[in-house]
């Protein structure tokens, strides 16, 4: 069943991602990282199409509160990311690291320990905007069905997605835990339309969170070992 749309939550931990007049959905998940998708944070040639590395992280910038206008902005220092999902698809997740933590907000709990199971209810939230939708941007809860198919990387559902919703994050709804990210969705325009919805799942990517909070403790992502999973289909 889709859940009830309402116009936004006070959970200011999901913010928006902003990059060269492109935007995604992100979620705080500790005081300096913010976890979205991998395909929002790719390079772009000439032509618009994704090339496979990332942008250079002073080209993002991080907006903070749900309403019309965000009352925070925040740099980011690094993109650390596995090596896929840079079009969507498998290994769609990215993490940056901010220049400075943001501690006047609680970091959104996320499920790296158990995976998602069938038939599962969840709430999801994103910034996007439709062809067909009214008044400026906004945090929104988007309508969604339960989990109907679970693969070795992701999750498929049915949602209400528009653009600018990719990265947002995927709740359980009873124990208000993240357990996935927006990767890809059919989209017609409407935000009431639901579409196949394609969810990367966080659990099988410990060490990209990892490797983010030892980078938020001053390590150096070059003198780490990088993200090597890419879990099959």
Not at 11 to 33: F, H, K, M, W, Y
Not at 154 to 167: N, V
Not at 178 to 193: F, W
Request: aromatic letters at 4%.
């Amino acid at each position: 069943m889709a859940a009830p749309e309402r116009e936004d939550t006070d959970n200011d931990a999901i913010v928006r991602i902003v990059s060269r007049g492109t935007a995604c959905t992100g979620t705080l998940v500790a005081p300096q990282l913010v976890l979205t998708a991998h395909h929002c944070v790719a390079a772009r040639d000439d032509y618009g199409e994704i090339v496979a590395r990332d942008i250079d992280p002073e080209e993002l910038e991080i907006e903070v509160g749900g309403d019309y206008l965000p009352w925070r902005h925040s740099a980011v220092r690094e993109v650390l990311a596995p090596p896929c999902g840079y079009r969507t698809g498998i290994g769609d997740l990215a993490i940056l690291v901010l220049e400075t933590p943001i501690h006047s907000i609680v970091p959104q709990d996320i499920e790296l320990g158990q995976a998602p199971v069938s038939s599962q209810p969840v709430e999801i939230f994103g910034f996007g905007s439709c062809a067909t939708s009214a008044g400026g941007l906004r945090r929104h809860l988007r309508a969604a069905s339960g989990i109907q198919e679970i693969l070795p990387s992701r999750f498929r559902l049915s949602a209400a997605i528009c653009p600018g919703d990719s990265g947002g994050p995927v709740l359980d709804l009873e124990s208000q835990k993240l357990i996935g990210v927006v990767s890809a969705s059919d989209m017609d325009g409407q935000e009431a339309t639901l579409g196949p919805t394609e969810i990367t799942r966080i659990d099988r990517f410990g060490d990209l969170f990892a490797l983010g909070s030892a980078v938020a403790d001053g390590a150096s992502a070059a003198e780490l070992p990088p993200v090597t999973s890419c879990p099959g289909r």
